[in-house]
């Protein structure tokens, strides 16, 4: 009897505590503090977010959100290997974030190396949940390059269910297959 009286007085605190502890990651902080360098990656000021993202990565070293867009204006910029750097420095602290898997398959693409493509591009579908187009796209680019056409034409023919048109375009030139796009 005594342990229920017990169990029913932690109730309330254990709820009280769930609802007033801080649930954001520290990717999602980190994301917010650094908005006004994520706003001059979506506005393509590319060298100006660098050099932003290099104060950040000096001023907090163990960010993978910081790492991950300085990455994202160095694959931009065309610097494909400080993109590398930064892509497998972002993923050491933080795995999750599937744009950075995303990045490091571009770059390694743009490099010519297809394999390492292919896996960096799997886990980007993977951490996305198969749900972004472009990702999908993207990874039947490197099984198409790989010669691995049926899988290509899956990634693809997801991509284009999911609105992508270069991906139905991909469809019609390579497999002969026209495809409707979801509106």
Known sequence: METIALILLFIPYVIIR??????DTPADKDRRRFSEGIELVQSKQYEEACAYFSLLVNRYPKSAIAFLYRGICQYQLGNYHSALYDFTQSTA???T???CFLYKGLSHLELGEIHPAFLELDKAVWHSRSENPEVLRFR???HYRLRH???ARIDWEAAAQLGDENAAYFLQTHFGKPVQLRK
């Open 18 to 23: 769930y609802f007033t502890d801080d649930h």
């Open 93 to 95: 602290f933080d795995n």
């Open 97 to 99: 974030q599937w744009e």
């Open 140 to 142: 039947g680019e490197a």
């Open 149 to 151: 056409f049926d899988s």
